[in-house]
Structures are given as C-alpha cells and as structure tokens.
C-alpha cells in the first residue's frame, strides 16, 4: 500500500491524534515535531527518523528495508548534533527533518544536565 493511501486513511481516525487548543497534534513513534501531518509521520513514511530520551544521551531511531535501527548517541551535545546532521541531511537520508531532530536532541540533553544547588547566601543582620 502507498503511503499516500496510508496516509488518506488514518489522517483523521488515528488513536495517536490528540487535539489541543483547535491545533492537532499526534503522539506516534518516531513523530519528531509531534503535528499530525505527512512529514512528520512516523508510521506512512518509508523513512523515518526518531529521537527519544535514553539514560545517557538520546536515541536515534531510523528506518531501513521496513525495519527500525536504533542507535544511542550519548558522548556529548555537540558530537551528538553532528551525528544527527550526518545521519539526516549527509547521507541525504531525510534532510528536511534535520532541523526538527537537533531541536528535539538538544531539548533532551538539556534536560539531563545535573543543575548545580544555589547557594544560600546568609544575610547580614543590622545591628
């Protein structure tokens, strides 16, 4: 079946659809922008790139020959950034998602940063 056909049919009758404030939104696998829309689609689309939060880092989801890889990129942001660049927009695999991708990534490793504890700064006491 085409991904058009596939698409025509579960656009509106999807049980991954949620709609929030008139815009509709898709919780799928593998939807890197979370908008239910062709693009964006991780269940039609022959390629599919995917990020999700692993222990350490993130990982990378993309589809090959019908089946999922999943690889976990987890030595540092920056080298991170330039793995998904590569796997996207370098191998020409899906380089319009790029951009989407190094935002999720980012947001994730951002989120797994240890915050240092403020410090609690004593006042000083008129006398």
């Known amino acids: 079946m085409s991904a058009d056909l596939q698409w ?15 815009t509709t ?3 799928e696998p593998n939807n890197i922008s979370g908008k239910n829309s062709f693009k964006a ?12 939060a692993a222990d350490k880092g993130v990982v990378l989801t993309t589809k090959s020959k019908g089946r999922l890889t999943n ?16 796997a996207t927009a370098g191998s020409h695999y899906r380089p319009d998602l790029t951009d ?3 935002r999720k990534a980012s947001a994730i490793i951002r989120s797994q940063k240890n915050k ?6 004593s006042r000083k006491y008129k006398n």
């Not at 690889?71 to 590569?86: N, V």
Request: proline share 0%.
């Open 116 to 121: 240092g504890a403020a410090k609690r700064r």
């Open 41 to 52: 689609n991780g269940l039609v689309n022959k390629h599919v790139v995917g990020i999700k």
């Open 8 to 22: 025509a049919i579960i656009r509106k009758s999807s049980s991954y659809i949620v709609k929030s404030l008139g």
């Open 25 to 27: 939104l898709s919780r």
């Open 71 to 86: 690889t976990t990129l987890s030595r540092g942001g920056r080298r991170t950034i330039k793995t998904l660049r590569a």
């Open 100 to 102: 989407a991708a190094i």
